[in-house]
């Protein structure tokens, strides 16, 4: 008899030290559904979005911003996030200086926030760390992962291109939406300020050659209906096209031997986009531009322009406008427009 109850306390007691183990493990290997912070049931809003329709409720203060699409809308409510994930690998490590680390967006930071690595597969489980209560990402990229990230936390995808419905959908999820009505008519009131400031050379010099390109002899020719195009079109510019891609609304391809047909332009605007080998502290802007700058400069049918005789040739980074199509990269474009375009003439505006 002892030795059939020996037997029976050594069972339990292996038993009791299994499930103990078993306990431990499921707490160092969280699962994506007890990671989630438990809700707010207050003051909850069914937001739509691309992907659906998520209730968000009280006011989610651990974000984590999948583009900078959506951190530029974030930011300019002035929401500060936790995590975020560039469409470009532009740095390695978090963020401990984003002023530094984020191009332009980084300077209207105020706090380190953690890197989740690239846009379309941010790590997700750097994001079940930072207990997010709000996920904000773009359609695009992050459909496939919508499910995932809903067991996360309340998850909101943009639609790229839709600035403004993007700009409402994501303040409606904080809780900002009188905010956002404010920063949508401060950022017409500047476009509209602008357009009479550029009035005068508007008139003179009407036409625009708006091009974009990484490299001299890969341009684009850029349509008034997209997000660079747009604002030049808006500021009572006229943007030249080829007869064939008037209609367009999309950029189209164009070579170097198509540019004297286009040479009625009185301004152009080369719209520099290389992202790559950038090297350790150079200037984003510069490295944009710097190489394209130079093959315009020693190209014979480049400067065989009257916008180039004239000096009539302005290089801008093509981040401003198609990386940041939102209400802080509208006013860094107008800034930049001012800036190189209204030099001969002494103008500005706030």
Request: with cysteine; hydrophobic share 40%; aromatic share 6%.
């Amino acid at each position: 008899m002892k030795i059939v109850a020996f037997t029976r306390l050594v069972t339990f007691a292996l038993l009791t030290m299994i499930a103990i183990v078993a306990c431990q493990g499921d707490v160092r290997h969280l699962s994506i559904e007890s990671s989630s912070p438990l809700p707010n049931r207050s003051h909850c809003r069914t937001v739509k979005h691309e992907s659906g329709e998520t209730s968000v409720c009280g006011q989610p203060n651990r974000i984590v911003a999948l583009e900078p699409y959506a951190l530029e809308p974030l930011l300019a409510l002035g929401i500060q996030p936790v995590g975020f994930a560039d469409h470009i690998a532009f740095h390695r490590g978090d963020y401990a200086n984003p002023s530094q680390q984020i191009p332009y967006l980084g300077k209207q930071m105020t706090r380190s926030l953690v890197n989740l690595g690239l846009d379309s597969s941010p790590s997700i489980e750097m994001i079940l760390k930072l207990k997010p209560d709000l996920i904000v990402g773009l359609h695009q990229n992050n459909a496939a992962q919508y499910a995932t990230f809903s067991k996360i936390a309340p998850t909101v995808l943009i639609n790229y291109g839709e600035t403004e419905a993007n700009l409402k959908t994501i303040a409606k999820a904080v809780d900002r939406s009188k905010q956002a009505e404010q920063v949508l008519a401060e950022t017409q009131h500047s476009i509209a300020i602008a357009r009479e400031t550029f009035a005068p050379l508007a008139t003179t010099h009407s036409k625009v050659l708006l091009l974009s390109a990484s490299e001299l002899h890969e341009m684009s020719l850029e349509s008034p209906m997209d997000a660079c195009g747009s604002l030049i079109k808006t500021l009572g510019f006229q943007l030249m096209a080829l007869s064939e891609a008037a209609n367009s609304n999309a950029s189209k391809f164009l070579s170097l031997e198509a540019l004297p047909d286009l040479n009625a332009a009185n301004l152009i605007i080369v719209l520099g986009s290389n992202f790559s080998d950038q090297l350790k502290g150079e200037d984003f802007a510069t490295h944009q531009l710097f190489k394209l700058k130079q093959a315009w400069k020693t190209n014979a049918i480049a400067q065989s322009l009257d916008a180039s005789k004239s000096g009539r040739v302005y290089f801008i980074p093509v981040y401003l406008c198609r990386g940041l199509p939102g209400t802080i990269g509208t006013q860094l474009y107008l800034n930049e427009l001012q800036k190189q375009l209204l030099s001969d003439y002494g103008s500005s505006y706030d």
